[in-house]
């Protein structure tokens, strides 16, 4: 059983930074695909970055040059670095982690353990 927990979310100004931690159980953690996904209330989750296990990432157009997502595999980690804050990315942030290989990793389908979340709130 694979666990994962979020940490970081809070209250922001809009402009100013989080940034987001989430860290995962299990041996072999190097090897997995990890994903950063939101949701608004009233939208669906949706994807806002990836690293693979090479460390190759991805990210939604509206994150784009704003987020970087990294890892340390020493410490079992995943980050979201967050910068120029936008009202609009107010949500509930959620890690996500796979061992498998998928053809599109945007896909919270894709994606077989996540943590609980973590509230970002920017405000205006």
């Known amino acids: 059983q694979v666990h994962v927990v979020e940490s970081g979310g809070g209250l922001v100004q809009a402009g100013g930074s989080l940034r987001l931690s989430c860290a995962v159980s299990?041996?072999?953690?190097?090897?997995?695909?990890m994903g950063w996904f939101r949701q608004a209330p009233g939208n669906e989750r949706e994807f806002v970055a990836r690293i693979s296990a090479s460390g190759s990432t991805l990210y939604a157009d509206s994150v784009k040059d704003r987020f970087t997502i990294s890892r340390d595999n020493t410490l079992n980690t995943v980050y979201l670095q967050m910068n120029s804050l936008k009202p609009e990315d107010t949500a509930v942030y959620y890690c996500?982690?796979?061992?498998?290989?998928?053809?599109?990793?945007?896909?919270?389908?894709?994606?077989?353990?996540w943590g609980q979340g973590t509230q970002v709130t920017v405000s205006s």
């Open positions: 299990g041996r072999t953690f190097s090897s997995y695909t």
């Open positions: 996500a982690g796979t061992t498998y290989y998928s053809r599109d990793y945007t896909q919270t389908g894709s994606y077989p353990f």
